[in-house]
């Protein structure tokens, strides 16, 4: 089994004597025998952990979608202020630091460009930078491992969704992340990462032997995870992604669909790793909610050779093509951007919105954006903390 940040912090070089401490975290920051990570850090540190921070979805993973925001509370089991950075603010005030003077980031992430925590840590390091604060980034695994895929985000495109010029699966664990975000951008906060001991990038969550607890309501094992980096894309579509059933991301359909004619369409393109077995499904809440809904449970047969981003945009754009009258995107607000596509935002690109309009092949649509993606390769492998 391997050891996360939280597990090693203790054993490390870093000093954190006398200083008050912060802690971002949520319900799934725990050591591998499921105990939370402040109660880890109150019994190495005592009362100089002063106060935690919670991002989207809440300090228990408790709210459902986005834009459901979260109020600062007191934390029922230690009596410490939480303060929401899913609220009134997606950024750190100088009032939150006062509380501190190191701030330790134990957030589970799931690999994928458009998933917020990562914007939530990089609006820490530059909190931390403007106010004079450490931030110690306690590593964990990225759980659909090191494989890297998809299109570069434009600055056009940029938002809560989007931040950096990275692609959709962009294979790097949350401290090699603040490494790359805070040198390549020029945050320059004081940053220091307590590594993972056992992990390699070749391994996904299933390999490590360390328990999966839902970073977030619709993420409830580490098969959603692998399907995320493509299936997220529905979001800013009129097709339910299956929020509202206990397949989320994994089940996928409208009402307006049909089993054969995607089907046929998908043939054309050569979708290695998975299965996509047709059911009806129907969602309690969310899109379609008490409505039967025509589609797919996608299945990964081999993670190794699967290629969730292809796969997804291959069926988003054969249904574009069948149900053209059907078929519609999510109009905004989306993750508190009011004017612009949530498509264009999450693909990060909108001359890859209009490529799959227009029938470009999505292979084709993968050799257009690799140079973009061989230069994001050689920009982080500097930050790259493991080896397989």
């Not at 509370?73 to 190191?102: I, N, Q, W």
């Not at 257009?368 to 930050?383: C, D, H, S, T, V």
């Amino acid at each position: 089994m391997i050891t996360v940040g939280l597990e090693n912090l203790a054993g490390s070089d870093i000093q954190l004597t006398g200083k008050r401490l912060g802690l971002l975290c949520n319900q799934a920051s725990t050591d591998h025998n499921l105990r939370h990570s402040r109660d880890v850090l109150l019994k190495l540190y005592g009362d100089q952990l002063t106060c935690l921070f919670s991002p989207q979805h809440g300090f228990f993973s408790e709210k459902q979608d986005n834009m459901i925001e979260s109020d600062h509370c007191k934390d029922p089991m230690t009596g410490l202020p939480v303060f929401s950075l899913y609220g009134e603010a997606r950024k750190p005030s100088a009032a939150m630091f006062e509380h501190l003077d190191v701030l330790l980031i134990d957030i589970v992430d799931v690999g994928t460009r458009v998933y917020t925590f990562l914007y939530t840590m990089a609006y820490c390091l530059e909190a931390a930078a403007e106010h004079g604060k450490q931030v110690i980034v306690l590593d964990r695994p990225n759980p659909v491992g090191g494989a890297v895929e998809g299109n570069i985000l434009q600055q056009d495109c940029s938002s809560f969704v989007g931040l950096y010029p990275i692609p959709m699966r962009h294979g790097m664990t949350f401290g090699e992340l603040a490494l790359f975000i805070n040198r390549e951008f020029k945050i320059g906060a004081d940053l220091q990462v307590v590594v993972m001991q056992g992990w390699k990038p070749s391994m996904l969550f299933r390999d490590t032997g360390f328990p999966w607890v839902a970073p977030s309501p619709n993420m409830p094992t580490p098969e959603t995870a692998l399907v995320y980096p493509g299936q997220v894309i529905w979001e800013g579509t009129n097709c339910s992604e299956g929020r509202g059933t206990t397949l989320p991301f994994e089940l996928v359909g409208a009402p307006f669909w049909e089993h054969e004619p995607i089907i046929e369409r998908l043939s054309a393109t050569e979708l290695p790793g998975c299965y996509f077995r047709p059911l009806v499904f129907q969602p309690t809440s969310g899109k379609w909610a008490e409505q039967a809904c025509v589609g797919f449970q996608i299945h990964v047969t081999d993670a190794a050779t699967f290629l969730p981003y292809r796969t997804t945009l291959a069926l988003l754009q054969a249904v574009m093509g069948i149900y053209p009258e059907e078929f519609s995107y999510k109009e905004p607000p989306y993750e508190y951007e009011f004017e612009r596509l949530p498509m264009d935002l999450i693909l990060g690109d909108t001359a890859l919105r209009k490529g799959l309009e227009n029938g470009v092949s999505v292979t084709d649509l993968e050799h257009a954006w690799q140079p973009e993606l061989n230069r994001f390769l050689l920009q982080r492998k500097p930050y790259l903390l493991y080896e397989n």
